[in-house]
């Protein structure tokens, strides 16, 4: 029987993962929108994800717009962390419309605001967890799925939602990633995820790590392997 919580029943499906589908899952780039942004970094990306409103909301457009008139064939993801009212949500979406924006991820502060929104594109991702009424919004067009945070059982009532689901890493190692291409070949292979993650780690804590090609992740047809000393300490906690 597996344990209650999802990010246990995650890391025990992880070692007992299946093979579905795909050798390769397209991937959004991610970078923090600021004066130095790495523009080489994002190349191979078709997809780009900006953490946004960690500015003021006016350098914000302005550096979207030029990041825009610089790449003006890729498609843009923002991630606003739950920083705005909807009053600048708004004020900020007047200025940047015409822009290739695919979805903001909770942009909103508080998430019972949603039901007011009609024309701006919405992602669900931590108000899946705490506000799943939202759902029902005519603002939402995406889930953003974290599969350490949803059972698979969650997972397949999303999908049955129709809208489309966006598999995201919460920083997994190779393994982790591993299970979570499956998930999203299983419940969304039309989609480009959040799975290019593993540039962020300085070392990877498995022997078969995975890899990127330009802007896919490459899965080998079996989980990547841990080392030894850290199944160790996890077998000793």
Known sequence: QLPKHPINQFAIKSLESKKYYAHQI????LSALALTTNQVELNDFRVVKFKIAR????LDVQLLKHWHQQNPKKIIRLDGNRSWSTEKL?????QVSALPIQYIEDPLEDPKHYSAISHIPIA???SLVDHPEELKSDC?????IKPTLHSENAIAKFAKTGLPLIFSSTFES????????????????????????????QDDPCINSLKMKKDHLIIGDQPPIPRINQMTLVFSL
Do not use: R, V
Request: charged share 15%; hydrophobic share 35%; glycine share 6%.
């Open 124 to 126: 669900l991702d931590e």
């Open 90 to 94: 708004f004020y900020f979406f007047e």
């Open 174 to 201: 190779s393994l982790g990633l591993w299970h979570c291409a499956q998930l999203s070949q299983k419940y969304s292979p039309t989609q480009t995820h959040g799975l290019a993650t593993l540039d962020w780690f």
């Open 26 to 29: 397209p991937c959004n780039g």
């Open 55 to 58: 500015n003021d909301i006016d």
């Open 140 to 144: 939402i067009s995406h889930l953003i």
